[in-house]
């Protein structure tokens, strides 16, 4: 079983993986290891969707931080199901949110930051930045 202090191991990444929809998504060993380790490779694609979308870009027109860096939370919901946001800080209001109806994620949360180098975007631990 996953636990957050398993996650908080990751310090920085040597090794990214390309995302295999979105091209210009890759993820670290910290992120592949969430992946993997809570059966949740659906979380990656679900932000991966999000990128470049029209919401996102709006949102970024908005608020420039958002083009270079800004945070999802994945919060377990009382029912089975989940919550993902994202956010250009975390005081501000959410520019995305999606319901997810039933996952078996074993965390309660999780957060996951993503941060754009003018080429690709990375997914990445708060413990890896």
Do not use: C
């Not at 059966?39 to 709006?58: C, E, N, P, Q, V």
Request: proline share 4%; glycine share 6%.
């Amino acid at each position: 079983m996953i636990r957050q202090s398993d996650l908080n191991q990751f310090t920085g990444s040597e090794s990214f993986f390309q995302h295999p929809l979105n091209r210009k998504v890759v993820y670290t060993e910290g992120v592949q290891y969430l992946a993997q380790e809570a059966g949740a490779y659906w979380l990656i694609d679900a932000i991966a969707s999000w990128l470049g979308s029209d919401k996102h870009r709006t949102a970024a027109a908005k608020d420039p931080r958002i083009d270079y860096l800004h945070f999802w939370t994945l919060k377990r919901q009382t029912g089975g199901g989940a919550r993902l946001v994202a956010k250009a800080d975390s005081p501000d209001e959410a520019f995305i949110v999606q319901d997810i109806e039933f996952t078996d994620f074993p965390l309660d949360t999780v957060d996951i930051w993503v941060g754009f180098d003018g080429s690709r975007w990375t997914l990445y631990l708060p413990s890896e930045h």
